[in-house]
């Protein structure tokens, strides 16, 4: 089922718009768990139950299973993380974030009862939220939680924390952020993601730095997104009042 492993957070940013998906798998991490053979004879039926609602599109079964599953007494708390990972999941589906929110917290309070990529991923989803909710210092506070804890690079994490610092005028950690995706020796090892360029440009622009931007789209090779992003870059300038400038780079594209 799905819902064992990942829910998707979809939501429109600054620069582009992004699917951002989180991967919880808690259920794969019950093994590495001292409790797990108990929650398994107790609550796996249950909680799968909850899933296949879920599965089913059927929100409002998914959490009338998931509520009786929460009311029962002697529920350990790693057991409660469980069933508080599939209610942010209908949560999410039913578009309510300050729900998901307050599920998401349960799952964090118990960190010392599950495992760390549980609750890392669950740190993570929270910093989706805040950003979603214009909370940019709480959305780098818990991405930052997230990323000291996270061994893999998190690219999605990147993107997130770079717009966030764009929005509080940190333009220096922006570009930090935004460098940790793109190649700036090799252009050609980077998946052009527009979003992610434009991000890079504008915040160049902010930083007085455009020269830099421009050498490293002058390095590309693609012709067709080259020649949009020189566009911005003397739209860049232009804004600046660097008229010489942007004449220049739009004399180079006729």
């Not at 708390?77 to 589906?93: M, N, T």
């Not at 599950?114 to 818990?142: C, G, N, R, V, W």
């Given at each position: 089922?799905k819902?064992?492993?990942?829910?998707?957070?979809?939501?429109s940013?600054?620069?582009?718009q992004t699917?951002?998906?989180f991967?919880s798998?808690?259920f794969?991490?019950?093994?590495?768990?001292e409790?797990?053979?108990a929650?398994k004879?107790q609550?796996h039926?249950a909680l799968s139950?909850?899933?296949n609602y879920?599965?089913?599109?059927?929100?409002?079964k998914?959490?009338?299973h998931?509520?009786t599953?929460?009311?029962?007494?002697g529920?350990?708390?790693?057991a409660?993380?469980y069933a508080?990972?599939?209610?942010?999941?209908i949560?999410f589906?039913?578009d309510?974030?300050?729900?998901a929110m307050?599920?998401l917290?349960?799952?964090i309070?118990r960190?010392l009862?599950?495992?760390?990529?549980?609750?890392s991923?669950?740190?993570?989803k929270?910093?989706q939220?805040h950003?979603?909710?214009?909370?940019?210092?709480?959305?780098?506070k818990?991405?930052?939680m997230?990323k000291?804890?996270?061994?893999?690079?998190?690219k999605?994490?990147?993107?997130?924390?770079?717009q966030?610092y764009?929005q509080l005028?940190?333009?220096?950690?922006?570009?930090?952020?935004?460098l940790?995706?793109?190649?700036?020796?090799?252009p050609?090892k980077?998946?052009?993601k527009t979003?992610?360029v434009?991000?890079?440009i504008k915040t160049?622009?902010?930083?007085?730095?455009?020269?830099?931007?421009?050498?490293y789209?002058?390095?590309?090779?693609?012709i067709?997104p080259?020649k949009?992003?020189?566009l911005w870059?003397?739209?860049?300038?232009?804004?600046m009042g660097r008229?010489?400038?942007?004449?220049d780079?739009k004399k180079?594209?006729?």
């Amino acid at each position: 089922m799905k819902y064992l492993k990942a829910g998707c957070l979809l939501f429109s940013v600054m620069f582009f718009q992004t699917n951002i998906t989180f991967q919880s798998e808690a259920f794969a991490h019950w093994e590495e768990h001292e409790e797990y053979d108990a929650i398994k004879k107790q609550h796996h039926r249950a909680l799968s139950r909850v899933g296949n609602y879920l599965d089913q599109g059927d929100l409002e079964k998914a959490d009338r299973h998931l509520q009786t599953l929460l009311n029962k007494n002697g529920l350990s708390d790693i057991a409660k993380a469980y069933a508080a990972h599939y209610g942010s999941l209908i949560c999410f589906k039913r578009d309510d974030n300050d729900c998901a929110m307050t599920y998401l917290e349960q799952i964090i309070e118990r960190r010392l009862s599950i495992p760390a990529e549980f609750y890392s991923d669950s740190l993570f989803k929270i910093a989706q939220i805040h950003f979603l909710k214009m909370d940019y210092s709480k959305t780098i506070k818990f991405g930052l939680m997230h990323k000291d804890m996270d061994e893999k690079q998190n690219k999605q994490l990147n993107i997130l924390l770079a717009q966030a610092y764009y929005q509080l005028q940190n333009y220096e950690k922006t570009l930090a952020y935004v460098l940790a995706d793109i190649d700036i020796s090799d252009p050609e090892k980077t998946p052009i993601k527009t979003g992610k360029v434009r991000l890079f440009i504008k915040t160049c622009a902010k930083l007085n730095q455009l020269e830099f931007a421009l050498r490293y789209v002058d390095s590309m090779s693609n012709i067709n997104p080259k020649k949009s992003f020189k566009l911005w870059i003397a739209e860049a300038y232009g804004e600046m009042g660097r008229e010489d400038k942007m004449n220049d780079i739009k004399k180079e594209l006729i």
